[in-house]
């Protein structure tokens, strides 16, 4: 299947940050149009306002009842206490 390696290394990124530092993924923006979401995460990179690997972006796969939608979270770690 193409792209399946690079899925695979994006979800064992995502792993390893997470096992590394205690968080949770906060969404921060949502839409069914792919190029509303490419534009969103292309002004994030270039604005510097989050680290490219905090990003994940979660596609949910539509049907005829439910169209394709796109997510895009942000990984926030816990405050030290």
């Known amino acids: 299947m ?4 690079k899925r695979k290394r994006s979800r064992e990124r995502a792993h390893r ?6 968080g949770h993924w906060e969404p921060l923006f949502s839409t069914q149009v792919h ?4 534009e ?3 002004r ?3 604005e ?5 690997e905090c ?3 979660d596609q949910f796969c539509g ?3 439910h169209p394709t939608s796109y997510r895009v979270s942000v990984f926030v770690p816990e405050a030290s206490a």
């Open 44 to 46: 994030l990179y270039e």
């Open 17 to 22: 940050r997470a096992a590394a530092v205690r």
């Open 35 to 38: 190029a509303e979401m490419k």
């Open 55 to 57: 990003v994940r972006i």
């Open 2 to 5: 193409p792209g399946q390696q």
């Open 40 to 42: 969103y995460v292309r």
């Open 48 to 52: 510097g306002r989050v680290d490219p």
């Open 63 to 65: 049907r005829l009842t």
